[in-house]
């Protein structure tokens, strides 16, 4: 199941993760999901012949990642320094976060970036040192984004959001449905073909 998951999420234009983290004292946002979502939203924002380079296609989704994403902490707006994407059969663009405030008592995120996919869902993880670590689907039934407040405890409060149970369970029972479904679709497939030899 473990090697599984990231399959599942490197192949469906339909899925991806976002996750917001720190490391060494910075703070980072990195949108994963296949190469075919990145080309699939640059084409359907900018049109078929937008670019011709792989340089001019980093800047089409760079540019769409900054009219898409928004991240407000304390009623600050975030700003995203230094863009990158890494283009592969999973594709990740990754940013530095400015100015995060060392203590945080609310929070936002909204990320449009797959929305004209159909059925599309994100997994949101959040990672903070004070915080405890919480995932979210951001989706179409709660319009992309989340919003929730930390209380004296630490405990991170959600407000309108499709919660993932703090754990992986919900990616976990999703790969026990895709195996189970896909195990159903084969035996059908294997009656009908000894049907149709006898």
Do not use: W
């Amino acid at each position: 199941m473990v090697f599984f998951t990231p399959f599942l999420f490197a192949h469906s234009p339909d899925l991806s993760s976002l996750m917001i983290y720190e490391q060494n004292g910075k703070n980072f946002i990195a949108i994963k999901s296949s190469l075919a979502a990145f080309e699939g939203e640059v084409i359907y924002i900018y049109g078929k012949d937008s670019y011709n380079t792989p340089q001019a296609f980093n800047d089409l989704a760079i540019k769409h990642f900054g009219k898409s994403c928004f991240i407000i902490i304390n009623s600050d707006t975030i700003r995203f320094k230094n863009p990158q994407i890494q283009l592969g059969h999973e594709t990740t663009l990754f940013a530095e976060l400015e100015n995060v405030p060392k203590k945080i008592f609310s929070y936002y995120v909204k990320n449009i970036y797959f929305k004209d996919m159909p059925n599309n869902q994100c997994e949101l993880i959040l990672s903070h040192k004070d915080l405890p670590q919480k995932q979210f689907i951001l989706n179409n039934e709660n319009k992309h984004e989340v919003k929730f407040r930390v209380e004296k405890d630490n405990r991170v409060i959600e407000e309108n959001v499709n919660l993932i149970f703090g754990t992986n369970k919900f990616i976990l029972v999703g790969c026990i449905l895709f195996i189970i479904f896909t195990a159903f679709i084969a035996i059908v497939f294997i009656k009908r073909k000894r049907k149709n030899i006898s």
